[in-house]
Nanobody, 120 residues
Framework: QVQLVESGGGLGQPGGSLRLSCAAYGSIFTIYAMGWYRQAPGKQRELVAT??????NYADSVKGRFTISRDNAENTVYLQMNSLKPEDTAVYYCNASLAQGGRPGRYAYWGQGTQVTVSS
């Protein structure tokens, strides 16, 4: 019904930049919020950044380095990651909270995840 497709992960150098994209496809009536989470090996999944309307929220560990943005017309969310650190290495997951056409309620969907590795 709804699919989130992520792209843009890969290998980045310390101090470098990467940009992640996530597009939502399917029977979408409206998207309330989108966000990025990450999970490093042996650790729990954690929030990176969210965007809802004109409001953004960031984890303390990425403030000033990462920027989340959204293209409402394309149902796409981006994560610009600058000043990368080795501790940013993780699988990054896109999340969307949305309403679907013809189905009451609010639903959360996850992308399949994209690997980000920061290493020299």
């Amino acid at each position: 019904q709804v699919q989130l497709v992520e792209s843009g992960g890969g290998l980045g150098q310390p101090g470098g930049s990467l940009r992640l994209s996530c597009a939502a496809y399917g029977s979408i009536f409206t998207i309330y919020a989108m966000g990025w989470y990450r999970q490093a090996p042996g650790k729990q999944r954690e929030l990176v950044a969210t965007i809802s309307g004109g409001s953004t929220n960031y984890a303390d560990s990425v403030k000033g380095r990462f920027t989340i943005s959204r293209d409402n017309a394309e149902n796409t969310v981006y994560l610009q990651m600058n000043s990368l650190k080795p501790e940013d290495t993780a699988v990054y997951y896109c999340n969307a909270s949305l309403a679907q056409g013809g189905r009451p309620g609010r639903y959360a969907y996850w992308g399949q995840g994209t690997q980000v590795t920061v290493s020299s």
